[in-house]
């Protein structure tokens, strides 16, 4: 959604090539901007790092490292990364500008949704991830606002060069991922595979499924506590009559041992179609109740608390259960999206039409 605001990047031609024409969003690392690529004439995503950023020679050096690697990543349900440079004390990320909204638009506009449109709308978000597992890559910051669909009804997940840069940055720390959907072992500063990432999946579909967060706090610090100290419940708690076997992927994608969960997308995806193509037209068509349909319209202060960022930084830290530090700022930049309207399928069961082939073999009911 472009913002209308006055803004001194707007209306500029970055490095010789990039035609600034509105900003999209504005988050804790960077603005994006949609643009115009002069030199190949298409419109562009155009990522700028503030200048903390852009002013730390080891972080760029770094983001050129991930963002070569990022560009590298092809595949359908994956924004592609384009570009990568500076233009004085404008350094900046290309990605693919995809005109649409995000998942986040979704959650918040329609609350919990039918099983059968949750599972549609997650299973590429999965999809994509399975094939950067497959090829080294780890996101570290899977959330809705990095869930994009484009008007055509494209999935795509995005984001992957910054948040990886980031991760590994000396200015801004080693861990970073919005608290709402962090694993366990993030929290406590472990590091990152692509069971953290499985883990924030299990989360955005426990929301999907209910219209809220399974963890909730004043302050995102405690939020944090909770995935490291708590249990996230099984869906059909404020659900009845949901399926047992999405009650049991969503607890095995988020079970705070991560030798627990899925090894990675690929065979989260396995059983995700498994599901998806044995469970019956009721269960998949089961209708969430009017009050968690209004969930996400009921509290929308605290939604904005669990979307800071908690990062190690210089920032002023509170210290986690244990002593593991812990830094509360702003969230970063939304997704290159404009958001003209939610197309989305009309009701749940054109979402049948999107169901992907049959599983090579289903393995869910060995797995119980």
């Keep these: 959604m472009q913002e209308h605001v006055s803004d001194p990047l707007v209306g ?28 190949l004439d298409r419109e562009v995503a155009l990522k700028v790092l503030h200048p903390h950023l852009a002013a730390d020679e080891n972080f760029l050096g770094r983001l050129g490292r991930e963002a070569k690697a990022a560009a590298r990543l092809s595949h359908p349900h994956v924004v592609g990364v384009l570009d990568q440079g500076s233009d004085g004390h404008t350094a900046y990320l290309v990605m693919e500008y995809i005109k649409g909204h995000t998942l986040r638009d979704v959650v918040r506009d329609r609350g919990a949704l039918a099983p059968r449109l949750a599972l549609a709308l997650i299973d590429p978000v999965v999809e994509g991830l399975g094939a950067a597992h497959a090829a080294g890559f780890i996101h570290r910051d899977v959330k809705p606002e990095n869930v994009l669909i484009a008007d055509d009804g494209r999935i795509k997940i995005g984001d992957f060069g910054l948040a990886r840069a980031v991760t590994s940055s000396t200015s801004s720390g080693a861990l970073i991922g919005t608290v709402a959907y962090i694993s366990p072992e993030l929290v406590l500063g472990k590091p990152a595979d692509a069971r953290s990432d499985v883990y924030a999946v299990g989360i955005m579909l426990y929301e999907m499924l209910t219209g809220q967060q399974p963890f909730e706090g004043e302050v995102p610090i405690q939020v944090a506590y909770q995935h490291v100290n708590g249990t996230v419940g099984p869906p059909s708690d404020l659900v009845p009559g949901l399926a047992a076997e999405v009650d049991e992927l969503v607890q095995w994608c988020t079970a705070n041992d991560p030798e627990k969960r899925p090894v990675d997308g690929n065979a989260l995806l396995q059983e995700l179609r498994h599901i998806r193509t044995h469970l019956t037209d009721a269960e998949l068509d089961l209708q969430p109740p009017a009050a968690a349909t209004a969930a ?42 404009q958001r003209p309207g939610l197309a989305l399928p009309d009701d749940e069961d054109d979402a049948a039409g999107w169901a992907p082939p049959p599983p090579r073999s289903g393995k869910w009911a060995e797995r119980r």
């Design 296 to 337: 996400a319209a009921a509290a929308p202060a605290a939604a904005q608390q669990r979307t800071e960022i908690l990062a190690h930084s210089s920032n002023p830290t509170t210290l986690l259960p244990g002593g593991h530090p812990a830094v509360l700022a702003r969230p970063p930049a939304h997704s290159p999206v």
């Design 12 to 39: 500029t031609l970055v490095d010789n090539r990039y035609a600034v024409t509105s900003r999209l969003a504005r988050g804790g690392m960077s603005t994006v901007y949609l643009a115009v690529d002069q030199r």
